[in-house]
C-alpha cells in the first residue's frame, strides 16, 4: 500500500450536508481516512495511491458534493505529502 495524504480547504461555510457527504467517504474504496480539521475550513484526506489516482480521489470527493480546493502542502527531505 501507498499511503498518500492530501489537504483541501474547504471553500464555503460547514453545514450539514458536508458532514453527511464526509460521512459517506468511509464507503468509498481506497480512501482511508478523511478528517475535518478543528477550525472547520479544511480537509485532511488518507488514500491508498496504489488503488486511487489524485484525480479519482479528487473526482469522488467532488461527486459528493463537496467544495474542495487542494492545498499543495511543502514536505521534509524525503517525505511525500499532497
Do not use: C, W
Not at 475535518?36 to 480521489?57: C, F, I, K
Amino acid at each position: 500500500m501507498s499511503k498518500v495524504t492530501l489537504h483541501f480547504k474547504i471553500l464555503a461555510p460547514f453545514d450539514d450536508a458536508m458532514a453527511e457527504a464526509i460521512s459517506r467517504t468511509g464507503g468509498v474504496f481506497g480512501l482511508e481516512r478523511v478528517l475535518l480539521n478543528r477550525s472547520m475550513d479544511g480537509l485532511l484526506v488518507d488514500y491508498d495511491a496504489s488503488r486511487l489516482t489524485l484525480e479519482q480521489v479528487e473526482s469522488v470527493l467532488a461527486g459528493l458534493g463537496l467544495p474542495l480546493a487542494r492545498v499543495v502542502v511543502e514536505s521534509s527531505e524525503g517525505v511525500l505529502a499532497g
